[in-house]
């Protein structure tokens, strides 16, 4: 079992930026992927970026040069600098952790407000 806690959500200004942190614990693989995924009300569930284990990063195309995926591999740990924000990033931010299996964090709201 891997566990995922979540942080970093919040309201802000569009323009604004916030960033998100996932810290994964238990029995986490040598290698492994992290990413953010987000769902806004009455939306499916699409990815934000994803980042591999050798750092090799993805982004959707609506936040390609806003956001930046990060990770620290000693503490297990990913992170989502979100800026220029925009309220069209209004949504629930899921960490998703992908080793030998997948596992989801309980989601954190991230508001923008224009």
């Known amino acids: 079992q891997v566990q995922l806690v979540e942080s970093g959500g919040g309201l802000v200004q569009a323009g604004g930026s916030l960033r998100l942190s996932c810290a994964a614990s238990?029995?986490?693989?040598?290698?492994?992927?992290m990413g953010w995924y987000r769902q806004a009300p009455g939306k499916q569930r699409d990815m934000v970026a994803t980042?591999?284990?050798?750092?090799?990063?993805d982004y959707a195309d609506s936040v390609k040069g806003r956001f930046t995926i990060s990770r620290d591999n000693a503490k297990n740990t990913v992170y989502l600098q979100m800026n220029s924000l925009k309220p069209e990033d209004t949504a629930v931010y899921y960490c998703?952790?992908?080793?030998?299996?997948?596992?989801w964090g309980q989601g954190t709201q991230v508001t923008v407000s224009s």
């Open positions: 980042i591999t284990s050798d750092g090799i990063t």
């Open positions: 998703r952790w992908r080793g030998a299996g997948v596992y």
């Open positions: 238990g029995r986490t693989d040598s290698r492994y992927a």
